[in-house]
C-alpha cells in the first residue's frame, strides 16, 4: 500500500517562506518521478514541479519559477517544495504524487501519476 503524506503548510505573511515535505511509506521511491500540484478554490489542479528518478532533472510552472525548489531526499523517501516570496495567489491546497512508471525527464502531467497524497493547505495573507 503506497502512501504519501504531505505536511509543513500554513496561513503566512507575503513574502515569507514555507517548506512542504511529502513523507513516503509502502514501497522504495528511489527510481520513481515524484511531483507537486496545487488546487486552489474554484480552480482545477495545476502543475507546480516535478522531479525525475534520478533528481537531475526538475521541471517548474511558470508561476512558481524562481522561487520555489523542488528536491529529494531517497535515503528518507521524502519529497520537498521549498517556496520562497510566498504570493497571496500561492493559496492552495497543494498535493505530492508519484508514478511507478521511470520516466527520464521530469513529469508535468498529473494524469501521468498513479498516487496522490491528501494534501496541506498553504495560506498566504497580503
Known amino acids: 500500500q503506497v502512501q504519501l503524506v504531505e505536511s509543513g503548510g500554513g496561513l503566512v505573511q507575503a513574502g515569507t517562506s514555507l517548506r512542504l515535505s511529502c513523507a513516503a511509506s509502502?514501497?522504495?521511491?528511489?527510481?520513481?518521478?515524484m511531483g507537486w500540484f496545487r488546487q486552489a478554490p474554484g480552480k482545477e489542479r495545476e502543475f507546480v514541479a516535478a522531479?525525475?528518478?534520478?533528481?537531475?532533472?526538475?521541471a517548474y510552472a511558470d508561476s512558481v519559477k524562481g522561487r520555489f525548489t523542488i528536491s529529494r531526499d531517497k535515503a528518507k523517501n521524502t519529497l520537498y517544495l521549498q517556496m520562497n516570496s510566498l504570493k497571496s495567489e500561492d493559496t492552495a491546497v497543494y498535493y505530492c504524487?508519484?508514478?511507478?512508471?521511470?520516466?527520464?525527464?521530469?513529469?508535468?502531467?498529473?494524469?501521468?501519476?498513479?498516487?496522490w497524497g491528501q494534501g496541506t493547505q498553504v495560506t498566504v495573507s497580503s
Open positions: 522531479i525525475n528518478w534520478s533528481g537531475g532533472n526538475t
Open positions: 509502502g514501497r522504495t521511491f528511489s527510481n520513481w518521478s
Open positions: 504524487a508519484t508514478t511507478t512508471v521511470v520516466y527520464s525527464m521530469a513529469v508535468r502531467a498529473p494524469g501521468s501519476y498513479e498516487y
